[in-house]
């Protein structure tokens, strides 16, 4: 009786700290794209880089370079005359986050109107922060899917499991509705290259082109008006509001003391900003669909409609006949995968997949679900390559030990699918539950032999060198890695340890990979 008692007092604890009690929103200004941007910068840009090219033909550029990728927004947020539309899943408070801040604060200074949508899972700022910075004209933020104020984060996931788990994990950047960036990288320095400890390979997609960045700014606008999104002031608390003067003042002293760091320094001699100081940008051209997924996704049922994105995705899986590489850093096919994966080894396709190793993967439980997979995978004559946390490309000795010392990794985060050597996605979507079912995601699906050879062509060159293989024999996986021109194998989970393989194979047991 007593432990019935101890079980009902902590339900009510529950009830009373963890239920959903969100602020009104329905009074949300709806806005828009701005489409009258033709006689801007970008505008007139983009008008004589398309002379003479069919209307539904896109400008893109690949950004698989860290400090590039900073450096692409940084200069679209320089250029934009009219509007800057952000939507990010994570925007970290370090270095690269605060100095895109400054930059979005300085465009809304000089009139351009700055519209910034957070997922709620990865704002590393208070609500204060966020409303002092909406307090300008210029300059609105909301918040998609907020968790309730003043009640324990942590207690939600018991009272509010299955809406406070479905996140917007959409990925764009547009500016002036004349160019966008699409891809798999969040706001933060690990995915620029500026983390002293930590680095993600990533991949982003610059498109310039009538047709597709409005169709970005579309999907946009989508999540913008929709009823999941709160304006941050209205989640703030009701602290006095900092004079946009004061917040300007804070700004200016902190991008001061930022532009001085070696890694700010170091951004205006990159590839990228020497071409585009030269002008010398050349673009590859293709015809690029935009898909995405509904914001009323993160209410759907587990059963896909025209609200998923990978509704759009399956045509393009049905005509499959030659080839397919999966770029991943969470891989968990699930019972559905496998089936797809069977379907085209039994028409021959050559199928290899790109995921994270154990030793690099930042959320080990996804490796324990995936890793279930990987000996049928393996039989029925799919390539598996897993990547090696110690391929550090340019990382100077010294920092290679003290990421080693301090345990932390590299890690894939890119996410991009290669289709017969003609197509190509990249967006924001893992091939996982999580992603295909619960989270909300954005891509851009690309018909150009040109740039899918391009990303085929590097991603062969590379691979024996920056990822294992697998092969199975005798039922046991083993892992080969070429490096100066020497074959490593491992039969065992490279460079880790046995605690490490203890823990992936207990968390293997629990039954939540519909999670993942």
């Given at each position: 009786?007593?432990?019935?008692?101890?079980?009902?007092v902590s339900l009510q604890l529950v009830i009373l700290f963890g239920c959903s009690s969100l602020p009104d929103n329905?009074?949300?200004?709806?806005?828009?794209?701005?489409?009258?941007?033709?006689?801007?910068?970008?505008?007139?840009?983009?008008?004589?880089?398309?002379?003479?090219?069919?209307?539904?033909?896109?400008?893109?550029?690949?950004?698989?370079?860290?400090?590039?990728?900073?450096?692409?927004?940084?200069?679209?947020?320089?250029?934009?005359?009219?509007?800057?539309?952000?939507?990010?899943?994570?925007?970290?408070?370090?270095?690269?986050?605060?100095?895109?801040?400054?930059?979005?604060?300085?465009?809304?200074?000089?009139?351009?109107?700055?519209?910034?949508?957070?997922?709620?899972?990865?704002?590393?700022?208070?609500?204060?922060?966020?409303?002092?910075?909406?307090?300008?004209?210029?300059?609105?933020?909301?918040?998609?899917?907020?968790?309730?104020?003043?009640?324990?984060?942590?207690?939600?996931?018991?009272?509010?499991?299955?809406?406070?788990?479905?996140?917007?994990?959409?990925?764009?950047?547009?500016?002036?509705?004349?160019?966008?960036?699409?891809?798999?990288?969040?706001?933060?320095?690990?995915?620029?290259?500026?983390?002293?400890?930590?680095?993600?390979?990533?991949?982003?997609?610059?498109?310039?082109?009538?047709?597709?960045?409005?169709?970005?700014?579309?999907?946009?606008?989508?999540?913008?008006?929709?009823?999941?999104?709160?304006?941050?002031?209205?989640?703030?608390?009701?602290?006095?509001?900092?004079?946009?003067?004061?917040?300007?003042?804070?700004?200016?002293?902190?991008?001061?003391?930022?532009?001085?760091?070696?890694?700010?320094?170091?951004?205006?001699?990159?590839?990228?900003?020497?071409?585009?100081?030269?002008?010398?940008?050349?673009?590859?051209?293709?015809?690029?669909?935009?898909?995405?997924?509904?914001?009323?996704?993160?209410?759907?049922?587990?059963?896909?409609?025209?609200?998923?994105?990978?509704?759009?995705?399956?045509?393009?899986?049905?005509?499959?006949?030659?080839?397919?590489?999966?770029?991943?850093?969470?891989?968990?096919?699930?019972?559905?995968?496998?089936?797809?994966?069977?379907?085209?080894?039994?028409?021959?396709?050559?199928?290899?997949?790109?995921?994270?190793?154990?030793?690099?993967?930042?959320?080990?439980?996804?490796?324990?679900?995936?890793?279930?997979?990987?000996?049928?995978?393996?039989?029925?004559?799919?390539?598996?390559?897993?990547?090696?946390p110690t391929t550090l490309g340019s990382i100077d000795n010294k920092k290679r030990r003290s990421m080693t010392s301090?345990?932390?990794?590299?890690?894939?985060?890119?996410?991009?699918?290669?289709?017969?050597?003609?197509?190509?996605?990249?967006?924001?979507?893992?091939?996982?539950?999580?992603?295909?079912?619960?989270n909300t995601e954005v891509g851009v699906l690309i018909d150009s032999t040109v740039l899918t050879t391009q990303l085929?062509?590097?991603?062969?060159?590379?691979?024996?060198?920056?990822?294992?293989?697998?092969?199975?024999?005798?039922?046991?996986?083993?892992?080969?890695?070429?490096?100066?021109?020497?074959?490593?194998?491992?039969?065992?989970?490279?460079?880790?340890?046995?605690?490490?393989?203890?823990?992936?194979?207990?968390?293997?047991?629990?039954?939540?990979?519909?999670?993942?």
């Amino acid at each position: 009786m007593h432990l019935f008692k101890i079980i009902i007092v902590s339900l009510q604890l529950v009830i009373l700290f963890g239920c959903s009690s969100l602020p009104d929103n329905s009074n949300n200004i709806k806005s828009y794209a701005i489409s009258d941007t033709l006689n801007t910068t970008l505008g007139k840009h983009n008008e004589k880089l398309f002379i003479g090219l069919d209307t539904n033909t896109s400008a893109l550029t690949l950004l698989e370079d860290g400090e590039d990728a900073l450096v692409a927004r940084i200069a679209l947020a320089r250029a934009a005359e009219k509007s800057l539309d952000l939507q990010y899943y994570h925007y970290h408070k370090d270095l690269t986050g605060q100095l895109l801040i400054y930059e979005l604060w300085q465009a809304a200074n000089r009139g351009v109107r700055v519209r910034l949508l957070l997922d709620d899972m990865g704002v590393e700022t208070t609500d204060d922060n966020l409303a002092a910075l909406a307090n300008h004209p210029n300059f609105s933020i909301r918040i998609f899917n907020p968790f309730s104020r003043g009640k324990l984060r942590s207690l939600q996931y018991l009272s509010d499991f299955s809406r406070v788990t479905r996140r917007m994990h959409n990925k764009a950047f547009i500016a002036d509705n004349q160019t966008a960036i699409l891809g798999g990288r969040n706001i933060g320095d690990e995915y620029f290259g500026a983390h002293p400890y930590s680095i993600f390979g990533d991949l982003d997609i610059i498109i310039s082109g009538n047709k597709p960045v409005r169709n970005v700014s579309k999907a946009f606008d989508d999540y913008w008006n929709s009823v999941y999104v709160y304006p941050a002031e209205i989640l703030a608390s009701k602290s006095p509001k900092i004079s946009i003067t004061k917040v300007s003042e804070n700004l200016d002293r902190l991008h001061h003391n930022l532009a001085v760091h070696k890694f700010s320094k170091g951004l205006a001699n990159t590839e990228l900003a020497k071409s585009i100081t030269n002008h010398r940008v050349t673009p590859i051209f293709g015809n690029v669909s935009v898909i995405y997924d509904s914001p009323v996704k993160i209410k759907a049922s587990g059963k896909i409609t025209d609200a998923h994105l990978i509704s759009k995705l399956i045509p393009v899986f049905e005509k499959i006949n030659k080839e397919l590489i999966v770029v991943s850093p969470y891989f968990v096919p699930g019972k559905k995968g496998m089936d797809f994966f069977r379907l085209l080894r039994r028409k021959n396709v050559q199928v290899t997949i790109l995921t994270n190793s154990l030793a690099s993967q930042d959320v080990p439980i996804v490796f324990s679900a995936y890793s279930k997979y990987r000996k049928e995978l393996l039989a029925i004559g799919v390539n598996i390559y897993e990547l090696d946390p110690t391929t550090l490309g340019s990382i100077d000795n010294k920092k290679r030990r003290s990421m080693t010392s301090r345990r932390k990794k590299v890690g894939l985060h890119a996410k991009f699918l290669l289709v017969d050597k003609k197509q190509t996605f990249i967006g924001s979507m893992n091939f996982d539950p999580r992603s295909i079912y619960k989270n909300t995601e954005v891509g851009v699906l690309i018909d150009s032999t040109v740039l899918t050879t391009q990303l085929r062509n590097d991603f062969i060159k590379n691979i024996d060198a920056v990822a294992y293989e697998l092969k199975l024999q005798n039922d046991e996986i083993s892992w080969h890695l070429t490096k100066q021109e020497k074959q490593i194998s491992y039969y065992t989970e490279p460079h880790t340890s046995w605690w490490d393989r203890f823990i992936s194979c207990f968390m293997g047991i629990l039954p939540i990979e519909s999670q993942l």
